[in-house]
């Protein structure tokens, strides 16, 4: 993040100008959880993003500040419904919004985050805010797709209703990894990059975000360390998630292995720390974990080989791509 700070800075004087208007605002049960959600941290890479993007073809990063503000209003408007949907008690360490107040202010504020992330868009010419609102309202659509096929794994059973590793990889392309991409080009398009470098640098945000998400299905099941995760360790496997290690572990199991992981991740009550350690006992008897890292190295190079291909300062160019393995805490 040190190579970035200047831009990071940047970007949070920004947020904290748009939440002290945020907390002019009322009624106050709508406009406190939104600041309250805002203010609970995070590496704010979505925003960081749109703004290196916009740097690394040669423009001022403040072009993109609001193309930032976008994303990371939609970021944040989609965790406050994404917590509800998983029933989700904490958040960056900290009460998730609708455990803080109640279901129906939280479903409330991030519809109103939503919104505000589209009225941010204003702020730009004519010309530049259709390219940015089509780019965004795209990413828009197939995050909250990418949402519903991650509902839909969870009640899909056996037969030909069963979950793939390829339908798992495409819906968390849409869920996560696309506003990453989207970022990214929003920042390309302050910074009036042409078409192919947008493609390119889009590419490269948009399997990052795979990387990205395939680790940190790892760290769920694998964490020990809840304040440093952030989230409740193992959630995924109490909410019965179809993720990566589940999927490949059937897959590859044996009729024996398979039955016990289908049964273990049926359960909705019980003792949650032994069903968490059964079934990281399933994911250890495969080696799925390091699988799930190959795969995740698989689109980190993917993504590397993209970010080459755009047409900009060299210098620039490796010094994202240092950054990117950082925060993946790869080294390929």
Known sequence: ????????????????????????????????????????????????????????????????????????????????????????????????????????????????????????????????????????????????????????????????????VDDYIQMITKKTAVLLGCSLQMGAVNAGASSVDQEHIYQFGKHLGIAFQLLDDTLDAYSTDEKSFGKQIGGDIIANKKTFLVLKTLELANVEQAKKLNELMSKNKGDNVKKIQSVLSIFNELGVKALCEAEADKHTKIAIDHLMKVNADRTKLKALENFSLALLKRNI
């Open 1 to 164: 993040m040190d190579t970035f700070e200047t831009h990071l800075q940047l970007f949070n004087s920004h947020l904290e100008n748009y939440k002290a208007d945020v907390n002019l605002r009322s009624p106050r049960e709508l406009y406190e959880p939104e600041h309250y959600i805002l203010s609970l941290g995070g590496k704010r890479v979505r925003p960081l993003l749109a703004l290196i993007s916009c740097d690394l073809f040669g423009k001022d990063p403040s072009l993109a500040l609001n193309s930032a503000l976008c994303v990371e209003l939609f970021h944040n408007f989609s965790l406050i419904h994404d917590d509800i949907l998983d029933e989700a008690p904490l958040r960056r360490n900290n009460p998730t919004v609708h455990i803080k107040w109640n279901t129906n202010i939280a479903i409330l504020s991030g519809d109103v985050m939503l919104v505000k992330a589209f009225e941010v868009l204003k702020n730009y010419e004519a010309k530049e805010f259709s390219q940015l609102f089509s780019i965004f309202s795209k990413t828009s659509i197939e995050v909250c797709e990418g949402q519903q096929l991650d509902m839909n794994f969870e009640s899909a059973s056996g037969g030909e209703n069963s979950v793939t």
